[in-house]
Structures are given as C-alpha cells and as structure tokens.
C-alpha cells in the first residue's frame, strides 16, 4: 500500500504561485508514474499533470501548459506541483495519484492505484 499526503494548498491571488507537495509512504514510489488531478465545485475531477517513473516524460493538461510544471525527487518519495499565474478557476482541491503498473496512461483516473485525500487551492480575482 502506497500512503500519499499533499500539502501546500491556500488562499492565493490572481497570478501568483504556489507549490504543491505529495509525500508518499508506504513504498518507494521511484517505480510509479504519477498524476495530479483536481475538483472544482461542482464538476468532476479532471486531469492536471503527469510524471513518468524516470521523470523523463510528463503530460498537461491544455488549460495548465506553460503555467504549471510537475516534477519528482524519488530519494525524497516526492512529487511536486509548481503552479505559477495561478487564475480563478484554477480553484478545486488538487489530488496526487500513483500507478503502481507506470502504465503510463496519464489521463485516466482507472490508471492509478492510490489516491491523497486532496489539498484545496483557492484563487482569489
């Protein structure tokens, strides 16, 4: 079983920044692939961002290309969300995954295996 925490969700501005963080215990996760996905009120969880195992590969989401950027630190069990001109509906809790297969389908919810509890990130106009 694969434990994953993220942190760093808060109350933001218009075009500021922010960094998320999803800690993982239980296992190293420098085999899985990893995802970011979030939930605005009222609509449902929608892809965000994706590593590869090698941290070699990684997959936006069109409405996040340029602004946000995803990155590992495997020795630390570590994925980290660099969001930066942060926009109002960049609001929603923002959850980490792990696919313990690296199947390497990015987009898709049924491609991971374990799930965070969520951070909330609110971006203030």
């Known amino acids: 079983q694969v434990q994953l925490v993220e942190s760093g969700g808060t109350l933001v501005q218009a075009g500021g920044s922010l960094r998320l963080s999803c800690v993982a215990s239980g296992r190293t996760i420098s085999r899985y692939d990893m995802g970011w996905f979030r939930q605005a009120p009222g609509k449902e969880r929608e892809f965000v961002a994706a590593?590869?195992?090698?941290?070699?590969?990684?997959d936006y989401a069109d409405s996040v290309k340029g602004r946000f950027t995803l990155s590992r630190d495997n020795a630390k069990n570590t994925v980290y969300l660099q969001m930066s001109s942060l926009k109002p509906e960049d609001t929603a809790v923002y959850y980490c995954?792990?696919?313990?297969?690296?199947?390497?389908?990015?987009?898709?919810?049924?491609?991971?295996?374990?799930w965070g509890q969520g951070t909330q990130v609110t971006v203030s106009s």
């Open positions: 590593i590869r195992w090698t941290g070699g590969r990684t």
């Open positions: 995954a792990a696919d313990g297969r690296s199947s390497w389908y990015p987009k898709a919810e049924s491609s991971y295996d374990w």
